[in-house]
Every structure is written in C-alpha cells, then in structure tokens.
C-alpha cells in the first residue's frame, strides 16, 4: 500500500475537535501556533499509518514561510516519489486528479515564494538607501523611523558591550595590582626575616651595620686650624712672654739659680 500525502498548510482541517470555521488565520503568531501543533499531529498520523497498515508514505509539508517539512518511512521521500511517477507512467488514461492539484498546488507555492523573495530583496534595499526612488513620503518616513529605531537599538547593545567590557578590564586590572602588591608583600617579609636571622652576630658589627652608609668623621673630630692661625698664635704667645719679661725688670726683680733676691 502506497500513500501519498500533499498538504496545503493553511488548508488543514480540525479533525475530532468540533466543528470550526476552517479560514486563513489573521494573527500571525496564533497562526503560527497552529501550523506547529497541526503538522506534528499530522506527522504523526502519518507514522501510525505506516506502522499500523505497512504502507510506504511520504509525507511533504511548506509552512507559510515556504519552509519544508516531510516525512518518510522509507528510505527518502525522493525515492517514494520516483515511484509514484513509475505508477503514474504505466497507467493509461488520464492523470490522476491528485496529481493535477498537487502540480497546480506547487505551481502556486513557487509563484508565491518568488513574490517573496522580490518583497525581501527590495526591503533589504530600501535599508542601505537603494531602489527608494518609487517610494512615496508615507513609505519613505515610515523606512526613516525603521532605520532611526534600528539605529538605537544598535548603539544601546554596543554601549552595553562596551561597559561589559571595561568592567571586566577594570576587574583584571585589580587582580593583577593585586597580586604585585602581594608579591612585593612577601618579598619584604622575606627581607626582614632574613635580616633578623643574620642580628645573632657581634654586637659591634650590629653598631658599625647601624652606621649609616655615608658616614663622616668630621662631625666628630673638629678639623684642624689651619697653618695660619698657629702663625698668629705662636706669634702671640711670644710676645706676651717678652713683655712679661719686661715689667718683671721695671719692677726690680731678678731671678737666681738659688732663690730670689733684691736690687
């Protein structure tokens, strides 16, 4: 047994739920809710059939957006369909009507797929500012606010991604002062413990390490007078002995190997 299932989406008719108006859906969102509960109970009818009949299916399914889905039990859908053109070959007469309506059907698809894709291809001209010359004032504010909205919403995700990124800069920048901080943390420790470890030596090398490196003798010793200054004071000296000696005489004293004595 071979069954052959062309599907038309928006023709689907609601089986066991009651009776429904069967039109196009307007929202596009409920629209599409539909198609995807529909096309899985399609599809899964399609493999009970297979599974309860042993029949050979192929299943095709174009969603509104012109996206396919099938089915097959076999080992492709293309090699179901090759039989069937084998089975519609060797028969005489006429066509069957399916196939008629399934060529129609696909003829229409293609026509409205093509309208889609000049639709598409025009818009997206329309965005870099060409093919605008048919375009009326109304079209042509309406392509101005798309753009302007488009626009902010870029510069609102690239700020975003801009503070993301230097707060993750900031972020490493901290780490890493971090760590040199710690780093030259320790090798001070290790300084000073070093240092305190060598302190059980001699008290005196302690005291000459504790000197400073400049060390300067002379503000300990005062410096020596200089030749001139000695000139002066020898200079002095002997000019106070020999007026000593002077008033020594005038006063009628005289000096003796034994004593004193008087004039």
């Known amino acids: 047994m071979v069954v052959y299932m062309f599907v038309k989406v928006d023709r689907l008719i609601n089986m066991g739920r009651g009776k429904i108006e069967i039109k196009r859906i ?3 969102t409920s629209r599409q809710v539909t198609f995807c509960k529909r096309r899985n109970g399609l599809l899964k009818k399609a493999y009970e059939l297979a599974i309860l009949c042993d029949a050979e299916i192929a ?9 396919l889905y099938e089915f097959s039990n076999v080992n492709s859908t ?5 039989r069937y053109k084998k089975a519609s070959a060797s028969t005489s007469g006429s066509a069957p009507v399916i196939d008629v309506n ?13 309208h889609q894709i000049q639709t598409l291809q025009n818009a997206n001209r329309h965005l870099i ?3 605008i010359g048919n375009m009326t004032a109304k079209e042509l504010k309406s392509l101005e606010n798309r753009l302007e909205k488009g626009i902010s919403r870029i510069r609102s995700k690239k700020e975003a991604d801009l503070q993301n990124e230097n707060m ?6 901290a780490e890493a002062e971090r760590a040199e901080h710690d780093q030259q943390q320790a090798a001070e420790d ?10 059980g030596g001699s008290s005196s090398g302690t005291e000459l390490e504790a000197l400073p490196a400049t060390f300067d003798t002379r503000e300990y010793y005062p410096p020596a007078p200089p030749v001139s200054m000695l000139a002066a004071a020898a200079a002095a000296a002997a000019q106070y002995s020999s007026d000593h000696h002077q008033t020594a005489l005038h006063l009628g004293y005289f000096k003796v190997d034994s004593g004193k004595g008087l004039l």
């Open 102 to 114: 399934s060529h129609q059907y696909f003829q229409q698809e293609a026509a409205k797929m093509r």
């Open 59 to 67: 299943l095709i399914v174009f969603s509104s957006r012109g996206r």
């Open 78 to 82: 293309r090699s179901t369909i090759e």
């Open 190 to 199: 290790d300084e000073m413990a070093a240092a305190a470890a060598a302190g």
């Open 168 to 173: 993750f800069l900031r972020a490493k920048v």
């Open 129 to 131: 500012g060409e093919s």
């Open 26 to 28: 307007e929202n596009k």
